[in-house]
């Protein structure tokens, strides 16, 4: 099966521009999650879809950030306007489970931002 | 708020060693625990995981065990290859309404040929 698509793979902006990453899960996956991942740590939740609804966002700094997830299968993640501590990878992932039972995510390449 | 530890944040062994990267969480309602290889460039990868209701499970050298009551889950890996050298990351979730994973910080394996 295909995997979960990215793009772009790199992003180079100044602070206070505004930047947009797109998704594309695994087909029928009905959960999607952006992670932000800064260098030498683990990925941080950013927010969470099932289907085209948001299920968690709490990590989500509302003020800059904000996500979408039209007819529940591509997702867009936009920064607007970014600030140098944004620096980071940019991970989409995809997962089948929406029942109480966990289950792994597939996750893409990620988008690697650098603002300067 | 809830957390995962992950030790040691750097590992080198020889190639055919054992290595062994352990994990504590603090969300007494986890009940699934996820294992993610990340190799340079590409975004982490599952390579096992393991149920709150199963205390160990293998697939060929990778091995993880959970142990519950203290918290604490491990991954081990026999017979090292150069090959599995990358950054390993533990993972904790739960179901709240809404799946929540928390990732350990990483373990970065070198495996010397």
């Known amino acids: 099966e295909a995997g979960v698509a990215q793009s772009p793979r790199y992003k180079i902006i100044e602070k206070r521009q505004s930047v947009a990453f797109w998704c594309n899960p695994i087909?029928?996956?009905?959960?999607l999650y952006w992670y932000q991942q800064i260098l030498g740590q683990g990925p941080k939740l950013l927010i969470q879809?099932?289907?085209?609804?948001?299920?968690?966002d709490s990590q989500l700094p509302k003020d800059r950030f904000s996500a979408e997830r039209l007819k529940g299968v591509d997702s867009t993640l936009k920064i607007q306007p970014a600030k140098l501590e944004d620096s980071a990878v940019y991970l989409c992932?995809?997962?089948?489970?929406?029942?109480?039972?966990?289950?792994?995510?597939?996750f893409g390449s990620g988008t690697r931002l650098t603002v300067v | 708020g809830e957390n995962v530890e992950q030790h040691p944040s750097t590992l080198s062994v020889q190639e055919g060693d054992s290595a062994v990267i352990k994990c504590t969480y603090s969300?007494?309602?986890?009940?699934?625990f996820p294992w993610y290889k990340q190799e340079l460039g590409k975004g982490p990868q599952l390579i096992i995981d393991i149920r709150s209701n199963v205390g160990e499970k293998k697939d060929q050298r990778i091995a993880v065990t959970l142990n519950k009551t203290a918290k604490h889950f491990s991954l081990h890996i026999t017979e090292t290859q150069p090959e599995d050298s990358a950054v390993y990351f533990c993972a904790a979730s739960s179901y709240t309404g809404g799946f929540k994973t928390i990732f350990g910080a990483g373990t970065r394996l070198f495996v010397k040929a």
């Open positions: 879809f099932q289907n085209n609804g948001v299920v968690d």
């Open positions: 087909s029928g996956h009905a959960t």
């Open positions: 992932a995809s997962s089948l489970v929406i029942t109480g039972q966990g289950g792994g995510y597939t």
């Open positions: 969300d007494s309602a986890s009940n699934y």
